[in-house]
């Protein structure tokens, strides 16, 4: 069973920083892909960044330079670094993982079968 549990969303002014983590079970975490997605208010699921099991990165076009995907082995932790934050970032973001996959990671919703209840990233101007 893939358990995925994140945390530190919260408020930020605009140009600001925020770290998000999520809790991964240990299956999930070693041997498939898994990734961050975000959904804002009346817009579709958007996907942010993958790793693979190596630690290989995908991103989204328009975020990378921006974000950062990243892997705590020690910890069984994935996590998102934000930074330049604007208010166009304000989404929930879920952490997912892709049980059919460990390497060349996507960005496709389908493609993810488990998700996070995801957290909250609100940026003010």
């Known amino acids: 069973q893939v358990q995925l549990v994140e945390s530190g969303g919260g408020s930020v002014q605009a140009g600001g920083s925020l770290r998000i983590s999520c809790s991964v079970s240990v299956d999930a975490f070693s041997h498939y892909c898994i990734a961050w997605f975000r959904q804002a208010p009346g817009k579709e699921r958007e996907g942010v960044a993958a790793i693979d099991i190596e630690g290989s990165t995908t991103y989204a076009n328009s975020l990378k330079g921006r974000f950062t995907i990243s892997k705590d082995y020690t910890r069984n932790t994935l996590s998102l670094e934000m930074n330049s934050l604007k208010p166009e970032d304000t989404a929930l973001y879920y952490c997912?993982?892709?049980?059919?996959?460990?390497?060349?990671?996507?960005?496709?919703?389908?493609?993810?079968?488990?998700w996070g209840q995801g957290t909250q990233v609100t940026v003010s101007s």
């Open positions: 997912v993982a892709d049980t059919r996959r460990f390497y060349n990671c996507g960005l496709y919703a389908m493609d993810y079968s488990y």
